[in-house]
């Protein structure tokens, strides 16, 4: 059980908000599904999993391992498996589980084991690289796949999707539709010649919302889901999924010309209330939000991180907040404080929740 007292807040209703806004940009038939790796986003892919298993139709993961724990905490939705090793395959038919096969090497490995269980009309995915260049089979190898595929009957193809390279890019316009195109290019030949027709889906979260008209039969929203849509204008529609909070643990009366933290980064240029807080670089709060660049709220009052941060907490600057030991700190609770520190890490939002560490209480408000 963990008893920490920093505690990251998952808004189960602001979830299925997102997740509303995505659908109503659809077609009501084209199918859901909810990417969940990498913990759901920092938060808990669990949790998340059950607050949206009744309204969508897919789950995805990036390593088998992730599915495992979906799988035994009762999740009985398909799981999609983006990113599977040779190494996992025995695991992730024993949970039910769907590989996406994205080269010979995998492919062949996966019939060979299948043929030797021997399982039967097993749901397999398969990947094109249309531009990212990232994982996937090439158009050029559509025959080879296809020849390989008509030998067995152990597997049964269940989507063909790709992945967009910069969908939230609206200076990319052309290689993105040469990507969709390519892509229905690649799904008509294999239509022709497989002898059924799979699933097929291309949009993340920004092709969604920059490229409706190629949702196809499935869209995979991941981002969107968490709150943010790559723009402000798109954020704005979405509501905020993590909100971070702790408390302050000690104030410190700082005189003038004493110092904060490590390497005595931060100097009192005057007398100073610093508050240490319980999170540091190691619960995802970087290093760059040190020495003022990023900040905290304190009772409704914005506090900067004075000093650097530490790796299990950091001190701020409290000196005009009234406020004691114990009270709660806010140390992101919108979209916009989270693209602040994003922006201040030169990175993006995925990032900032993705760092949050597991060390991190979870807690799901319904
Ligand atoms: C992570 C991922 C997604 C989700 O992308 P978002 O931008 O978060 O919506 C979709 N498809 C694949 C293959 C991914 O790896």
């Not at 020849?147 to 009957?153: G, V």
């Not at 709660?328 to 993705?354: D, S």
């Amino acid at each position: 059980m963990n008893n920490h007292v920093t505690v990251l807040e998952i808004d189960a209703n602001a979830v299925l908000h997102n997740l509303n806004y995505f659908k109503q940009k659809l077609k009501s038939e084209t199918k859901i599904l909810a990417v969940v790796k990498a913990f759901g986003y920092g938060s808990d892919a669990i949790e998340i999993a059950k607050i949206v298993e009744k309204d969508v139709d897919y789950f995805a993961v990036a390593y088998a391992n992730e599915g495992i724990n979906l799988r035994e905490a009762g999740i009985t939705t398909p799981i999609l498996v983006l990113h599977p090793q040779i190494a996992n395959i025995k695991d992730i038919v024993k949970h039910r589980l769907e590989p996406n096969l994205y080269n010979f090497k995998i492919l062949d490995a996966f019939l060979a084991y299948a043929n030797e269980v021997p399982l039967m009309n097993y749901p397999i995915h398969i990947k094109f690289n249309t531009g990212l260049n990232r994982l996937g089979f090439w158009h050029t190898d559509v025959p080879n796949i296809l020849a390989t595929l008509k030998q067995s009957n152990n597997v049964i193809v269940q989507s063909l999707f790709s992945h967009l390279a910069a969908s939230e890019d609206v200076n990319e316009q052309e290689f993105t539709i040469n990507q969709i195109n390519n892509f229905a290019y690649i799904v008509k030949q294999v239509y022709e010649h497989l002898g059924y027709e799979p699933m097929i889906h291309i949009l993340n979260t920004s092709g969604v919302i920059n490229y409706a008209k190629a949702q196809f039969d499935m869209v995979r929203i991941g981002i969107g889901l968490y709150g943010f849509g790559n723009t402000p204008n798109e954020t704005a529609n979405l509501k905020n999924t993590h909100l971070l909070k702790s408390v302050i643990s000690q104030i410190t009366l700082i005189k003038p010309g004493e110092t904060v933290g490590y390497n005595r980064a931060f100097v009192a240029s005057k007398p100073t209330k610093s508050a240490t807080i319980p999170i540091g670089h190691a619960d995802g709060i970087s290093r760059r939000l040190g020495n003022k660049n990023g900040f905290v709220v304190v009772n409704g009052q914005p506090a900067p991180i004075i000093g650097n941060v530490c790796m299990d907490m950091i001190m701020v600057d409290v000196t005009n907040i009234d406020c004691k030991e114990e009270d709660e700190v806010i140390i992101f609770n919108h979209q916009q404080h989270i693209e602040f520190m994003a922006h201040k890490c030169e990175t993006i939002p995925y990032e900032i929740l993705t760092a949050l560490s597991q060390r991190i209480k979870r807690l799901v408000k319904r």
